[in-house]
């Protein structure tokens, strides 16, 4: 659990839960360029694979770039492969922070899977605008994500919502 900050993202495309019983793994996080990277790769127990004759294979890169003093882009790119299944997602997210009480976060990712010969591709994404002072806040989402949208890497708890909401 050390360094998992660092894979975080807003709609927690990143779970390492989902790695049950690794039979090996590498988990290599530091700063390069300026940037945060953080990369994790596993080979699963046969136990925990959909037919039980594949070992599911996990690969998962996040990187983040503070932006200013307390902005920050990242990109994030999960990948699980078991047998001939496979699910990918592909993310890019930032907060934005403006006039020290303004901030904005956002978010768009994609997944592609693969299940018993047939493919899907669906979207995701979240827009949010905040404002947080001292005598007076608010929060402003839009956020979707499609039915089909899966996070094999992470945990997304509901599919096929799209919401909006102004909360002062």
Request: glycine share 12%; net charge positive; no cysteine.
């Amino acid at each position: 659990l050390d360094g998992i900050e660092q894979f975080s993202t807003p709609n927690q495309l990143i779970y390492t839960r989902r790695i049950v019983q690794p039979v090996a793994a590498v988990k290599l996080t530091g700063t390069t360029f300026g940037s945060n990277v953080a990369l994790l790769s596993a080979v699963d127990d046969r136990d925990v694979s959909a037919t039980g004759e594949d070992n599911p294979i996990y690969n998962i890169l996040r990187v983040q770039k503070d932006v200013g003093g307390s902005s920050r882009i990242g990109v994030a790119y999960t990948d699980r492969i078991d047998g001939d299944n496979y699910n990918r997602v592909a993310d890019i997210d930032g907060r934005l922070v403006f006039g020290r009480i303004y901030s904005s976060v956002f978010q768009l990712a994609n997944s592609w899977t693969g299940q018993n010969g047939s493919s899907t591709s669906a979207p995701l994404w979240l827009a949010q605008f905040n404002r947080n002072g001292r005598r007076f806040g608010w929060r402003t989402t839009f956020a979707g994500i499609d039915e089909e949208f899966r996070a094999g890497s992470g945990f997304v708890g509901r599919t096929g919502v799209v919401r909006a909401s102004v909360t002062p």
